[in-house]
């Protein structure tokens, strides 16, 4: 029988990895933001601390969500169709590089990494996941990717 929704590629027990794994490095991304502004408005080195910590968690994250995501990406040619499934994989491999090129940064410039260019390298990063969180949910909810026909439930 053909599916009638496209399915993910990457799975455990019939479950899609790629949406469980991507609320990490949102959260961490997200999180650095915060500490950023933390960073900003107290100029308490712990914030600026927390910052690099965070990029590097959501950088690892992002690497096991990527490579979820791109096996669907690569093993089904109905999601290979989809202009939301590029727009998406597109934005977020910016974000993640963003996100990288802030990591190197406050790495090698600590606390005086954060203002401005830490500051507004992680509010593009948050503004461009909002973006590509919201493709993530077109493909689900308009294209019914990895959503499970009825034939797939047992029934």
């Known amino acids: 029988m053909t599916s009638l929704h496209p399915k993910s590629t990457a799975v455990i027990g019939g479950h899609p990895i790629h949406p469980m794994l991507v609320n990490f490095p949102i959260t961490f991304f997200t999180a650095a933001l915060a500490t950023d502004i933390a960073y900003w408005r107290t100029a308490a080195t712990i914030w600026a601390v927390a910052s690099t910590w965070l990029l590097g968690a959501g950088l690892v994250m992002a690497a096991l969500a990527a490579i979820a995501g791109l096996t669907d990406f690569l093993g089904s040619r109905q999601i290979r169709t989809l202009k939301a499934a590029w727009h998406h994989m597109i934005g977020n491999v910016s974000a ?5 090129v802030n990591f190197v940064l406050h790495l090698r410039g600590g606390d005086a990494a954060v203002l401005p260019t830490g500051l507004v390298l992680s509010a593009i990063v948050v ?3 909002l973006f590509t969180g919201w493709l993530g949910g077109e493909m689900v909810f308009r294209h019914g990717v990895a959503v499970a026909d009825d034939a797939d439930r047992g029934q």
């Open 96 to 100: 993640v590089v963003l996100s990288l």
């Open 127 to 129: 503004a461009i996941l």
